[in-house]
């Protein structure tokens, strides 16, 4: 398996811009998990430089962006936020206002019903479950690392994702923008970015829960496991790639890092890098 480190670099590198900062949480849940036991001094000051890429490009309002400082987003905000508290349960050092102003930017765009919005509105909120479903379980999960969320939500998120899985799939399979119900630029990395995510949730609930999946189908935590993981290798190209639908390739180096990291997932996850008894919500 090629090397996640190198090939996010490359995707940061090759594709710059608009999608920079979306690496980086990816690199740093990568390399905690390849190098847990015994991290070389040079892994440290990698994530170490990492954490302050992180923190210097938070913006005013506690969210991040894609590229700069600017509002904040809850799909960008979620996995920082994730990054962030897995750092720091393994020793890094976090500022705690860091920490504290990303938890309460994503506490502020989730609404009563469960869902979150993509970013703060003045206008009246308007995200629905099926709209956000893609995105909810990433940032639940980081709530409730956080401390500020529980296992009830956190399988409601993955419920509801789980229900619109098969829409999710078509829709990237055809370049359909799942939030507007048509054509548009492949936004099959936030697919990837929603099974990773899922993926890292379902490991944080009691393995005998059930979830309602649609179709009149209830599956445990490592049966939605199994399950995503067999939607992700039908998913993949003869290339070996995953593409953002089936006539446009894409950012397929995100799409490929995310597919990879929710695949190794299972084995990945043995370290325990942060364990349900350490979690106490307030």
Known sequence: ????????????????????ITSIPCIIISTLYRHRRNPSDETKKKIEELIGALKDCQAESGGWWYSSVHGGTSFMTAPALIALLEAQHVGFKVAEPTLSKATE????????????????????????PVESCIRDPACELALYLA?????????????????????????????????????????????????????????????????????????????????????????QSEDGSWKSSDSNPGTYDSNT???????????????EIIKRDDLQPK
């Not at 829709?171 to 936004?187: L, S």
């Not at 597919?259 to 190794?264: N, R, T």
């Open 1 to 20: 398996m090629p090397s996640l480190f190198r090939r996010v670099q490359f995707q940061n590198t090759r594709r710059g811009g608009n999608h920079g």
């Open 105 to 128: 930017f994503l506490k502020k765009l989730r609404n009563d019903n469960g869902s979150f919005e993509y970013y703060l509105k003045k206008q009246q909120r308007g995200a629905t």
């Open 147 to 235: 401390g500020q969320s529980d296992a009830t939500k956190l399988k409601a998120a993955l419920s509801n994702m789980l229900r619109h899985r098969a829409e999710l799939e078509k829709a990237r399979r055809e370049g359909i923008k799942w939030w507007a119900g048509e054509k548009g630029p492949p936004h099959g990395f936030a697919v990837f970015f929603g099974y990773f995510y899922a993926v890292q949730a379902l490991h944080y609930l009691d393995p005998t829960a059930k979830m309602d999946a649609g179709n009149n189908q209830t599956l445990t935590p490592p049966q939605a496991i199994e399950s995503i993981r067999r939607t992700l290798i039908g998913a």
């Open 257 to 271: 890092t995310m597919a990879l990291l929710a695949l190794v997932d299972k084995k990945l996850l043995q370290a």
